[in-house]
């Protein structure tokens, strides 16, 4: 494989590249002061733009880590972000990665993750060459459900209690995409 880092993708209406500090104030305002985007994570929804600053930080030094991938997800038409997707390499050796997403609750079922999905997946097999990519959402959230599916990926199975988000335990759908599917 070879790492690349984060760099930019362009989809029809999006376009997915890295953070910067002048992204705070747009990121903060459209997605991360709700407390509805972070149900089914592990992160606290920001209480000022002072938590996005830190939050934004955090990722931008770890872009010399080229084989943790993290986009901001930048809507074309009114050119602000609306949240994130991102890769992270499990094993280097089994060519493996795992991915997670979360945008702002105005910019819900109008299709854009899954839209920033199809490409980071494409990207993560076709350009980095990882062999396997894989996600799991919590059995209580079926619109990520739906957009992993949607993205072409595959069901694996239920996994209980894979993760603990801010609600506690969480029983997880996972599922999977490999090189072989879009070859
Ligand atoms: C999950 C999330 C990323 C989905 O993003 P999105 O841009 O709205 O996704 P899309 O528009 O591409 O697709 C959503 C699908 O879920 C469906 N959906 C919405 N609410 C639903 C519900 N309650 N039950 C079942 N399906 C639902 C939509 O109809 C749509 O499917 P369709 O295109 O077949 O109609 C977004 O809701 C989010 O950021 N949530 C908070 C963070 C999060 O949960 N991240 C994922 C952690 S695993």
């Known amino acids: 494989m070879i790492h690349v880092g984060t760099e930019i993708i362009n989809t029809d209406r999006l376009i997915l590249r890295r953070f910067t500090l002048d992204d705070v104030d747009k990121l903060y305002k459209n997605w991360a002061n709700d407390s509805d985007v972070v149900k089914f994570m592990r992160m606290n929804p920001h209480i000022n733009v002072d938590d996005t600053k830190e939050f934004v930080e955090s990722i931008i030094n770890k872009y010399d880590k080229l084989d943790t991938y993290r986009w901001i997800i930048i809507l074309k038409v009114i050119d602000e972000p609306i949240g994130f997707i991102g890769l992270t390499t499990i094993s280097e050796y089994d060519m493996t990665a795992d991915f997670g997403y979360s945008i702002g609750k105005p910019f819900w079922n109008k299709g854009y993750t899954t839209e920033a999905l199809i490409a980071v997946l494409s990207y993560g097999l076709q350009v980095i060459g990882f062999n396997r990519l894989e996600a799991y959402h919590s059995i209580n959230n ?42």
Do not use: H, W
């Open 142 to 183: 079926m619109p990520s459900g739906k957009v992993m599916k949607k993205s072409g990926m595959t069901y694996e199975g239920r996994a209980r209690q894979k993760y603990k988000s801010n609600l506690g335990f969480e029983d997880c759908d996972m599922y999977s995409i490999i090189k072989k599917d879009i070859d």
